[in-house]
């Protein structure tokens, strides 16, 4: 069925960095892709980029892209995502999520139970 | 970016009622149209891709349709346990992008 564990809480100051863990388990880590979803108190979701577990290749948003870094440990059948430079519009719950092909196209199957990051001085 | 639009932003319903959810792309998408549900405090969940499709597992009164620009959701009679936040995600291209999200309340 599979299952994606995400690490605990994190409280950041503006400026710094964080790294969110998502740990998959029950299925081939590498057959699919991983998403990063966030969203902020109150708001939608927000889709921040995703990394193919078999290849690495990737693709970020935009609005983030000089400042996140997605990568996947094949061996601990680990995604990660390292976000720098952190500013008080960052805080948000951050999910990771399975890509998975259906019918010619994509979806988010298997998410992970999120990540509050909170930017706070 | 493909903008995708949800309507309405929220809506009453009483245990048992049709509901209809509605989501237009700013471009044409074809069929590639998922829906998720949220509940407060927890992810999203897979219940509907390639517009119509319905995800292993989700109660068939649950039910998609529509292709280019203008999609639906419809859930035949709604049930206590569908109280959430619903939205629609496009994926033609990239960057995804979703609905900003239908609150179904309880009326």
């Known amino acids: 069925q599979g299952q994606l564990v995400q690490s605990g809480t994190e409280v950041k100051k503006p400026g710094a960095s964080v790294r969110v863990s998502c740990k998959a388990s029950g299925y081939t880590f590498i057959t699919y892709g991983i998403i990063w979803v966030r969203q902020a108190p109150g708001q939608g979701l927000e889709w921040l980029g995703w990394?193919?577990?078999?290849?690495?290749?990737?693709k970020y948003a935009e609005k983030i892209q000089d400042r996140v870094t997605m990568t996947t440990d094949t061996s601990t059948t680990t995604a990660y995502m390292d976000l720098r430079s952190l500013r008080s519009d960052d805080t948000a719950v951050y999910y990771c999520?399975?890509?998975?092909?259906?019918?010619?196209?994509?979806?988010?199957?298997?998410w992970g139970q999120g990540t509050m990051v909170a930017v706070s001085s | 970016d493909i903008q995708m639009t949800q309507t309405p932003s929220s809506l009453s319903a009483s245990v048992g009622d049709r509901v209809i959810i509605t989501c237009r792309a700013s471009?044409?998408?074809?069929?590639?149209l998922n829906w998720y549900q949220q509940k407060s405090g927890r992810a999203p969940k897979l219940l509907i891709y390639a517009a119509s499709s319905l995800q292993s597992g989700v109660p068939s009164r649950f039910s998609g349709s529509g292709s280019g620009t203008e999609f639906t959701l419809t859930i035949s009679s709604l049930q206590p346990e569908d109280f959430a936040t619903y939205y629609c995600q496009q994926s033609y291209n990239t960057p995804r992008t979703f609905g900003q999200g239908t609150k179904v309340e309880i009326k």
């Open positions: 999520a399975r890509v998975v092909s259906l019918s010619g196209t994509d979806a988010f199957d298997i």
């Open positions: 471009q044409h998408i074809s069929r590639y």
């Open positions: 990394i193919s577990a078999y290849n690495g290749n990737r």
